[in-house]
């Protein structure tokens, strides 16, 4: 699949669960555009790398700053912004796969892709903690 067309699939990705969740109207296209740069961002770093773990860590780290960018810039919370930028991290191929290969009594396959798959969450996790908690160190400075 081409750059582009991967990242026009998360624009559109991220601006429906914006509207899904009921992000403002005035806020819709910026909240996409984060969703789409945040998908740049793990291309990137995985073109790279070529470590997942990593790309999906830094393109979390991303999401995360622009969104409290944004939020300070607009004055509306920050969860407005990093919900829809997260979407297209969100490793939903992967475990749809574990779960059938374990439907399937393949059991290898399923723990191969249930693994890829944790360790996407957990660097989505991390990447947004990280963020967080160097955010709070410096506020109290």
């Given at each position: 699949m081409t750059v582009?067309?991967?990242?026009?699939?998360?624009?559109?990705?991220?601006?429906?669960?914006?509207?899904?969740?009921?992000?403002?109207?005035?806020?819709?296209?910026?909240?996409?555009?984060?969703?789409?740069?945040?998908?740049?961002?793990?291309?990137?770093?995985?073109?790279?790398?070529?470590?997942?773990?990593l790309s999906c860590?830094?393109?979390?780290?991303?999401?995360?700053?622009?969104?409290?960018?944004?939020?300070?810039?607009?004055?509306?919370?920050?969860?407005?912004?990093?919900?829809?930028?997260?979407?297209?991290?969100?490793?939903?191929?992967?475990?749809?796969?574990?779960?059938?290969?374990?439907?399937?009594?393949?059991?290898?396959?399923?723990r191969s892709y249930?693994?890829?798959?944790?360790?996407?969450?957990?660097?989505?996790?991390?990447?947004?903690?990280?963020?967080?908690?160097?955010?709070?160190?410096?506020?109290?400075?």
């Open positions: 582009f067309v991967q990242l026009l699939t998360a624009f559109l990705g991220a601006l429906g669960f914006a509207v899904l969740f009921g992000v403002l109207r005035r806020c819709l296209w910026v909240a996409a555009v984060g969703g789409m740069l945040t998908w740049g961002v793990y291309l990137a770093v995985d073109a790279w790398l070529h470590v997942e773990f860590l830094a393109a979390a780290a991303f999401a995360v700053t622009i969104s409290e960018l944004l939020a300070r810039k607009l004055k509306l919370p920050a969860t407005m912004f990093i919900t829809p930028a997260i979407i297209p991290l969100v490793p939903g191929g992967t475990l749809y796969y574990a779960m059938s290969f374990a439907v399937h009594g393949d059991l290898e396959q399923a249930g693994l890829r798959t944790l360790l996407a969450a957990l660097a989505i996790a991390g990447g947004i903690s990280l963020v967080t908690v160097l955010r709070e160190l410096r506020a109290r400075r």
